[in-house]
């Protein structure tokens, strides 16, 4: 029988799309979307085999394969579809739909193997919700009658291989439908420190081993290291609700006047990555729609200036104080290595400016998502996303404030909001680009979170594997494709 290893990063979360906090891999093998992402940025056939739209944009027609089923045996047809998106389009019974169903206005079924989506607007940018992880079509049936154990105990889609056990630390996928040269069986091993994976890595002991930093050459003869600038970001943000008045501009951008961005990369991520002033990172398509150098940021002595004129004086440790308040502040962050290099970098750069910040770190996805929804004075997050533009729309638009979105800093900016509006109906390729271009200048001159640096993916593959491998702008390699050679 063929296997496939795979050592990841993180600890997994269970595969439930609705009600889960991350999306791992293993659910890019065990779900499916109704379509695709080709590294060329284009929609390809998923779960939908085909797909039509009207003359005057607003009606998405998808017409489903023929016979598939999930794997409890369950039809997967229009009806179940439809079940499923709705599922995900809600949560778990969320008082606004989810931020990227935004475009949408009713969904229906046309026959037995069509869905149909009617569309507010004219939405070009709707693949990326078709194909997104987080709109994996489940099957509602099984979701509803296993609760909180869905995902853990059991997961219903419609892929290639079905759960056969779940742990935060491994997870184990059979398929369906064996075929030569496909693996029977792939299991996913969570290794978390960065050091241990290298080492799995040049001693090969897994198939493929993800985010081995260190490595500038493949560990083995047959071994390939793939790499790519992710398409991901860390961010600090600052609670708009904190009685120190954050959600004051002139103050957010005093805070960013005293980092220094390539810094942070060097130190923490040995100068590999992206290091943009933009909300948006350079392995996006809209990352040239923007030019960083249109809003500079505030010199380190103009923010002095500012500080002293918001009242932000030196306490008996240095530490900026105010009203009986001071710029000593506790954020959370998560706790990866990458994080805690990237959080001591970031408070040793603020603290000669007065600002202390004090890090406590919480494991992810679930403790650190808690942790932030409670409303900390500041956070330091990561997104991984295969679509900045949604993605960074979740995170600070004011009608994203949790639980309808990801924006757990509160952060309330009109002017972004309003340029997100003109992408979000933008109608063909050039007015999504400019709308883009004025998120992001509109994003940089209020700064509702604070960009920080992108770093660089990586994967080592062994020698026996073939068909797998990164491709640009998607959250993770596809698994219908791999091959195993005994």
């Known amino acids: 029988m063929a296997e496939l ?134 099957n509602a049936e099984t979701w509803r009658s296993h609760g909180a154990s869905f995902g853990a105990d059991f997961a219903d889609g419609t892929g290639d291989y079905r759960l056969a056990s779940y742990s935060p630390e491994s997870v184990i996928v059979e398929r369906v439908d064996p075929l030569p040269t496909r693996p029977d069986t792939i299991r996913w091993r969570s290794v978390v420190d960065d050091d241990e994976r290298e080492s799995i890595a040049r001693s090969s002991r897994a198939d493929v081993v993800r985010q081995v930093p260190g490595m500038r050459t493949a560990p083995e003869p047959g071994w390939t290291l793939d790499e790519q600038l992710e398409n991901s970001q860390f961010y600090l943000a600052l609670n708009f609700n904190d009685p120190r008045g954050f959600t004051d501009p002139v103050l957010r951008r005093c805070f960013d006047a005293f980092i220094d961005r390539d810094d942070l990369l060097h130190t923490a991520f040995d100068g590999r990555g992206d290091a943009r002033r933009s909300p948006i990172p350079a ?44 710029l000593s502040i506790d954020a959370v962050a998560q706790d990866t290595a990458a994080c805690r290099r990237l959080a001591a970098s970031l408070a040793r750069q603020l603290r000669p400016a007065g600002i202390d910040l004090r890090f406590t770190f919480a494991e992810l996805f679930e403790s650190f998502y808690r942790a932030v929804e409670a409303g900390p004075a500041a956070f330091l997050n990561k997104w991984l996303w295969s679509d ?65 640096v992108s770093p660089v993916e990586t994967l080592a593959v062994g020698p026996a594997v073939r068909g797998f491998g990164l491709a640009p702008r998607t959250l993770y390699p596809s698994y219908d494709e791999v091959q195993v050679t005994l």
């Not at 193997?113 to 709707?126: A, E, G, K, N, Y």
């Not at 639980?403 to 309330?412: E, K, R, Y």
């Not at 050039?430 to 604070?450: H, N």
Request: charged residues 25%.
């Open 388 to 452: 900045a533009m949604e993605a960074v729309y979740g995170f600070c638009r004011t009608d994203c404030i949790e639980p309808a979105g990801g924006n757990w800093q509160q952060s309330s900016c009109p002017a972004v909001d309003s340029a997100f509006d003109l992408f979000r109906e933008a109608a063909d390729p050039d007015s999504l680009q400019t709308a883009s271009g004025e998120v992001q200048r509109a994003f940089m001159r209020e700064l509702p979170y604070i960009p920080l």
């Open 5 to 138: 290893l795979e050592v990841f990063e993180y600890r997994f979360t269970r595969l439930d799309p609705v009600r889960g906090d991350h999306i791992d891999p293993p659910t890019l093998a065990v779900y499916e979307t109704l379509l695709t992402k080709g590294s060329d940025g284009l929609p390809r056939p998923g779960l939908a085999q085909s797909w039509e739209v009207s003359a005057d944009g607003l009606t998405w027609d998808l017409r489903l394969r023929d016979g598939a089923r999930f794997h409890s045996g369950r039809l997967c047809d229009a009806a179940a579809v439809l079940e499923g998106l709705e599922l995900c389009r809600w949560g778990d019974a969320l008082p606004r739909q989810v931020w990227y169903w935004d475009p949408v206005d009713t969904m229906f079924v046309r026959d037995t193997r069509t869905v149909s989506l009617r569309l507010r607007h004219p939405c070009p940018r709707l693949p990326v919700l078709l194909w997104g992880t987080h709109t994996a079509i489940v």
């Open 283 to 326: 392995a996006d398509e809209f990352a040239g729609a923007y030019d960083p150098a249109l809003v500079r940021p505030m010199s380190r002595d103009e923010a002095r200036r500012q500080l002293d004129a918001l009242g932000w004086e030196p306490g008996p440790d240095g530490v900026l104080e105010r009203r009986g308040t001071s």
